[in-house]
């Protein structure tokens, strides 16, 4: 049975930057891509970011290249999330999940999120 803890959240000033963790149970973390998606008040879920099992591969949402990194340690079964020059629009509940690969990570169907943890970013 899939877990997934996030922590890391947090209130935060615009320009500031939090960094997000997600604790991965249930599934051999090392053979899994991991991603992170965010969901904003009367918004949809959206993807933010992926990396492959290896850590070879990520890939970023336009809205956060350049600010965000993503980063994994399989020994510890969890993935992190940098996030640096935080704005207000990137206030949400981030949530983290396992995908089969990075190129599936947008089109996966996931029956199951974790309780996210919450980021505001005050103006």
């Known amino acids: 049975q899939d877990q997934l803890v996030e922590s890391g959240g947090g209130l935060v000033q615009a320009g500031g930057s939090l960094r997000l963790s997600c604790a991965a149970s249930g599934r051999t973390f090392s053979n899994y891509a991991m991603g992170w998606f965010r969901q904003a008040p009367g918004k949809e879920r959206e993807f933010v970011a992926a990396?492959?099992?290896?850590?070879?591969?990520?890939d970023y949402a336009v809205s956060v290249k350049g600010r965000f990194t993503i980063s994994r340690d399989n020994a510890k079964n969890t993935v992190y999330l940098q996030m640096n020059s935080l704005k207000p629009e990137d206030t949400a509940v981030y949530y983290c999940n396992f995908a089969p690969n990075v190129l599936a990570i947008k089109s996966t169907k996931y029956d199951y999120w974790g309780q996210g943890t919450q980021v505001t970013v005050s103006s």
């Open positions: 990396i492959s099992w290896n850590r070879i591969i990520t």
